[in-house]
């Protein structure tokens, strides 16, 4: 459990390296062109637009020249993320499919739906592209103005609060539980679609709580159209610098961020993993990609297949706890 509390102090040291690898081995990142016929495709199984979608092409963008077949972005969308799971689990493991998603198909599906048809345990790790905290916003017509407050509020009103997610098993869905356990509260939830009916209906006060990623919440926060309290992070984030995180405010263990991550078909070679990670993380140590991360509210990953693989494997186990403690399943 020590590697996902170190992940972030990890991911700037490997981003570090990275850059230093992009400028003083230009032939290994991008000079010298990888020997594949085939284009490399990059499946994101959710809809073009958001930050799933949005990051891998910035990424493309810059690796074209080590994939002379070209980089395709292919959206396969439905089921929380499993139907493009299962499009890349059956591809053929030569490194030239790969699945680039949020955590569900990869770290949090297989708990909460019964039954799957491809196994996300056996995936083989690449890398993390990057990490999106999530935070804790509320309505403008909360009374209270500070997590202390809030918590005190909750305490005082159980099953009187409702809160926002994203859809049933969502990040934001399972973040609000790991919330409520930690605080001894309970809230009354709200499944939408995604995140912009929440976010709307956050905004309006219709729903008074949202565990969402910074990245979509900051802009609301700085219009003074709802409160941020925290920042479920282990350190603040550029996007909202003045926002403390849940450690700073005594709660260390809410920690809960939104990690995107590069893994292949299982059975691909640990060789062609590594090859890849090469090229991605020299591709997130550029200066103008970092910028375009964070514009996303995005803290660029890099990191090596193996540790990619300890800190899928943690996640999955802090949410699988969460799921069974909360009895969340999904058909």
């Known amino acids: 459990m020590n590697k996902p509390l170190n992940f972030p102090r990890r991911h700037a040291l490997a981003a570090s390296l990275a850059l230093c690898l992009s400028a ?7 000079a010298q062109a990888d020997s594949a016929s085939k284009p490399l495709r990059m499946v994101v199984p959710f809809p073009a637009g958001g930050t799933a979608d949005v990051l891998p092409r910035i990424l493309a963008d810059k690796m074209r020249e080590a994939f002379p077949a070209g980089i395709v972005i292919e959206n396969r969308t439905g089921a929380g993320g499993n139907v493009g799971g299962e499009f890349v689990a059956r591809a053929e493991p030569d490194g030239n499919t790969l699945l680039a998603s949020p955590p569900g198909p990869v770290a949090i599906n297989h708990n909460l739906y019964k039954t799957m048809s491809f196994d996300p345990t056996k995936w083989v790790p690449i890398t993390v592209i990057a990490t999106v905290p999530n935070v804790l916003a509320i309505s403008n017509k909360v009374p209270v103005n500070n ?13 009187k609060v409702s809160y926002a997610s994203q859809g049933n098993g969502s990040t934001s869905h399972l973040t609000a ?28 006060g219709q729903v008074d709580v949202f565990f ?27 996007a909202l610098p003045d926002i403390s995180t849940f450690s700073e405010m ?15 078909p299982p059975g691909t070679p640990s060789s062609v993993a590594r090859r890849i990670q090469g090229h991605l993380a020299a591709a997130m140590a550029l200066p103008d990609v970092r910028e375009k991360f964070a514009a996303q509210g995005a803290e660029p990953g890099g ?10 494997q943690a996640e999955s186990a802090k949410w699988k706890n969460v799921i069974s403690t909360a009895n969340v399943t999904l058909d």
């Open 24 to 30: 003083l081995l230009p032939s290994y990142t991008f």
């Open 303 to 312: 990191q090596t297949p193996e540790e990619t693989g300890a800190f899928i």
């Open 212 to 238: 969402d990623n910074i990245a979509s919440s900051a802009q609301f926060h700085t219009a003074k159209r709802i409160k941020v309290l925290a920042v479920a992070d282990t350190r603040r984030s550029r």
């Open 147 to 159: 997590l202390t407050e809030f918590i005190a509020y909750l305490k005082a009103n159980p099953d």
């Open 250 to 264: 005594r709660l260390p263990a809410m920690q809960a961020v939104t990690f995107f991550s590069v893994v292949a």
């Open 177 to 204: 539980n790991l919330f409520m356990q930690l605080t001894g509260t309970r809230m009354v939830h709200i499944p939408y679609r995604g995140t912009a009916p929440a976010l709307n209906d956050l905004v309006s």
